[in-house]
């Protein structure tokens, strides 16, 4: 049966490579707004899933609800979301009016937050969310994932 660290790792690469594709559209404004749609929606549902249910079974089973890892990552996701809206903002402005530069600025900051941030989720807390679980609230949690309603993270770009 696939653990966490497998799925919620694959899920970084994957949105990994649509940042990567998006970084290289600069010269194509539709692909741009695409690319970044694509991203901030999945990075959204990422968190969503992190928040709203790998974090409280965690927090549940080893009793660090407002300290430990999980309140590290919450405080970094507020920063991760505060990078997406600026890009978005970049973005809605437009590359004709000198956008460009903008968003590759806040681009390679939110670079610099995920790849940090990411790296101790895979090497730290997504292992010990895995020693936590039992099979059947690995289960859940999967099915939960499954059944979250879009509404809960498609929020972007109009």
Known sequence: ???ILEFMGKDHDRLDSIFEKFRHSANDPDELRQ????????????????????????????GMRDSGPTAVMRMEHRKIKEFLEKIHQSIARGIAQGAAAEIDRQAGGLIEVLSDHNNKEEEILYPWIDETLSE???????AK??????????????
């Open 1 to 3: 049966m696939e653990k």
């Open 35 to 62: 690319r970044f749609h694509d991203f901030k929606i999945g990075l959204q549902r990422h968190i969503v899933w992190e928040e709203d249910i790998l974090f409280p079974v965690f927090e549940n089973n080893t």
């Open 136 to 142: 059947k609230e690995l289960d859940e949690i999967f």
């Open 145 to 158: 994932m499954k059944e979250l309603p879009a509404d809960k993270f498609n929020k972007c770009c109009g």
